[in-house]
Every structure is written in structure tokens, then in C-alpha cells.
């Protein structure tokens, strides 16, 4: 014959199971939201780097543009040089009568490390126009 069991006695190890599952969802949520707070900070860089792009096309050569380009890398490392357009006016124009240089940032995509939900956020494209300048940077400190 069996010696009846205790109500307590079943009961035991049922606190670490519902703390493991309900441990295991709210990791994913804190996780969750600090992945959208990275997406808001990616989303906001990408207009800070559209904005300092274009400040810097617009006093430096034109041959610089690979420099504008990595500056705006440093400011936003997940940029690619591909998702990065510089758009100057004609050669033949001054900088009163010209059109505005155009810094913009197109293509570009953002994925979120949730765990189990694989999603990939697609920015939208940015871009910063400003009258041209001087657009010679022979005696400026900021395009070394």
C-alpha cells in the first residue's frame, strides 16, 4: 500500500517552472524594447547624418565626397557607402545661381536582434538639400 501524498509534496517545483516561462517572456519584451529604442535612435542618426553630409558637401570639393561619405559613416556606422547619394550642381554654375547640393540616404534597413522574431525595419529615405557654398575646401580644416 501506498502512503498518501501531500498536497505540498506535489506542489514542489511548480515556482521554478512558472518562473522560467514567465522569466523567458519578459526577457524577450525588455529585449524587445531595447531594440526599438535602437531602431529610434537609428531612425533619428540617419537625419543627423543626412543634415552633416550635406554641411559638409557643401563646403568641401566635390572630390571629397568620399569624405563626406565616411564621416557620415562614423556618425552611423550601419551606413554602406552604397546607401549614401551626393548630388552637386553643374560645374558651370556659381554658388548664387546653382541648385542646392543633395545629401540623401535611400535603401537602407535596420534588423531588430529580437529573439525567435527575425524582423528587419526599412528606414525611410532622408535628404538634405543646401545652397552651395564654396564648394572648394583648399584652405577648410573640416575636409582633411
Known amino acids: 500500500m501506498r502512503a498518501p ?6 506542489q ?5 517552472v512558472e ?9 524577450a ?16 542618426t540617419s537625419v543627423e547624418a543626412t ?6 558637401a557643401v563646403v568641401c570639393s566635390k572630390g571629397d565626397a568620399a569624405l563626406v561619405k565616411a564621416k557620415m559613416r ?5 551606413l554602406q557607402s552604397e546607401n549614401i547619394d551626393i548630388t552637386y550642381p553643374a560645374a558651370s554654375c556659381s554658388a548664387a545661381s ?13 534588423d531588430a536582434a529580437i ?6 525595419f526599412t528606414i525611410p529615405a532622408y535628404s538634405t538639400s543646401l545652397p552651395a557654398e564654396s564648394l572648394d575646401s583648399s584652405d577648410n580644416p573640416l575636409c582633411v
Not at 5 to 10: K, L
Not at 19 to 27: D, R
Not at 51 to 56: E, I, K, S, T, V
Not at 74 to 78: K, S
Request: hydrophobic share 55%.
Open 5 to 10: 501524498v501531500s498536497a505540498r509534496h506535489r
Open 12 to 16: 514542489r517545483g511548480v515556482a521554478s
Open 19 to 27: 518562473f522560467a516561462l514567465v522569466s523567458i517572456l519578459f526577457l
Open 29 to 44: 519584451m525588455v529585449i524587445a524594447v531595447v531594440e526599438f529604442g535602437r531602431l529610434a535612435y537609428v531612425y533619428t
Open 51 to 56: 543634415r552633416l553630409g550635406a554641411r559638409m
Open 74 to 78: 562614423a556618425l552611423l556606422p550601419l
Open 98 to 110: 546653382c541648385d542646392p547640393v543633395t545629401v540623401s540616404i535611400q535603401n537602407f534597413s535596420f
Open 115 to 120: 529573439p525567435l522574431v527575425p524582423l528587419r
